[in-house]
């Protein structure tokens, strides 16, 4: 059944081969399953509930992923854009999660028609590769300031915005030594270096007084108080265009990057490079958003983590299969993530902004009219505390500066659509 299901034999694996790989890929990824209900219940969202629906919207994306398009690739809620959904839509703008939901489900139904009718090949052969290294590296930036604030290492200050905190105490200091051991581990290949660092720096907060033991399994939460909560009518509001925008443009580009680099690294690519099943694929991703907003969590997208199950032997679905039987084994382990605070996660969040910033060094830096909206892109995310507006201002200052340098040729109609929309909605929405 297996081999009718996966074709192992014409991918060159075997049953245990696939298991390991699958283990691999969930140990790296693992730390999403305690940090995605840290980050959403900042907006009064049932920790339990989002803990619940995180675990099963990745192990529904994961298993659709597998069956359907037959790929060793993982989904879960998304780093970044999961942060946005909080700090950014709701916090930020003040509209309720359960609108924010609306816009991840809308933003997942585009996905899906656009990979029905094809059109993603065009929009991201459109985007400039520097606008969309900025737009990764800017989530890197935002995530470390979130990083930051959430450990108490970055303080708010009347006269400078921001200032250092109190960094030799024992939360701050917890939290620091947590990102170096995630790095060094990191460094030495250490699998699940992320999730060993959330765990020490909870074990260390349990001996040090600084956090409360609540157990270690249980029945899993209900997800009564987010299932089906999303406001999908107060999404439609003119004002959240930029938004939906967002969370579909972030997702688009992250799930074809991941695929594609994921398949590259496991000699997935048919001969002419392209993926085969790509179609499938999309859907499966776009699937695992809508049915990610109706259980009560962020946009669901693919994980560039999943290369570590690749690297250990992962070629076909069966990896994804087993990533999704353990990602549901987890459900029992909530009283784990309910006990650990924000000083763990942040570390995490930390190192994860690390890895997005790394596309940087693909800059052209000589060319400022290439520079410049790369450093606008990244820099307007933190400091505006929005992906929406840092892409935004990216994609003006592109073609703002393509145009007036008289590098028209490397402009498209794509483009100045883009920007007009987003000028318009500056002018006359904000």
Not at 102 to 119: D, E, K, P, T
Not at 234 to 256: C, Q
Not at 302 to 318: C, P
Not at 336 to 350: D, G, K, V
Request: hydrophobic share 55%; charged share 10%.
């Amino acid at each position: 059944m297996l081999e009718k299901l996966f074709q192992l034999k014409e991918h060159g694996t075997t049953v245990r081969q696939e298991v390991i790989a699958g283990l691999t890929t969930f140990l790296t990824m693992a730390y999403i399953i305690v940090v995605n209900p840290d980050i959403l219940s900042k907006t009064g969202m049932d920790f339990g509930a989002v803990f619940t629906a995180t675990c099963i919207a990745a192990a529904i994306g994961t298993l659709i992923m597998g069956l359907l398009a037959n790929y060793p690739i993982a989904l879960a809620p998304g780093m970044g854009l999961n942060a946005y959904f909080s700090f950014a839509v709701v916090l930020g703008m003040g509209y309720s999660w359960q609108v924010a939901l609306g816009a991840v489900f809308i933003s997942g139904l585009l996905f899906f028609v656009l990979s029905i009718f094809r059109i993603r090949e065009y929009i991201i052969n459109a985007i400039p590769l520097s606008l969309r290294l900025g737009i990764s590296a800017g989530i890197g930036f935002f995530l470390a300031l979130i990083a930051l604030k959430n450990a108490g290492i970055v303080v708010d200050h009347p006269a400078t915005l921001v200032t250092l905190g109190p960094i030799t105490e024992g939360p701050q200091l917890m939290a620091i030594l947590g990102f170096l051991l995630i790095c060094v581990l990191a460094y030495k290949r250490v699998m699940g270096s992320v999730i060993i660092g959330i765990l020490a720096v909870t074990i260390v907060g349990l001996i040090t007084g600084h956090v409360e033991y609540k157990g270690i399994v249980s029945a899993p939460p209900s997800m009564a108080p987010t299932f089906m909560q999303m406001d999908i009518a107060g999404a439609l509001d003119v004002g959240l265009v930029s938004v939906i925008f967002a969370f579909l443009f972030v997702d688009l580009f992250d799930t074809s990057g991941t695929l594609i680099g994921a398949a590259h690294r496991g000699n997935l690519l048919d001969k002419d490079g392209k993926l085969p099943r790509l179609g499938r694929a999309l859907m499966a991703d776009s699937a695992a958003t809508m049915s990610g907003a109706a259980l009560g969590t962020s946009t669901v997208t693919s994980y560039v983590e999943s290369t570590a199950g690749i690297a250990a032997g992962g070629r076909t679905g069966l990896t994804a299969v087993v990533v999704a039987g353990l990602f549901l084994l987890s459900l029992v382990f909530s009283p784990l993530a309910l006990m650990i605070p924000a000083f763990a996660t942040a570390p995490a969040l930390l190192y994860v902004a690390v890895l997005m910033c790394s596309g940087l060094k693909q800059v052209d830096w000589e060319d400022i009219t290439e520079a410049a909206p790369v450093a606008v892109t990244a820099l307007a995310m933190p400091f505006t505390f929005s992906i929406a507006h840092g892409i935004a201002l990216g994609f003006i200052s592109y073609t703002l500066l393509k145009l007036f340098s008289g590098k028209t040729s490397q402009l498209n109609v794509a483009l100045y659509a883009v920007s007009a929309l987003f000028v318009v909605k500056f002018a006359f929405f904000g």
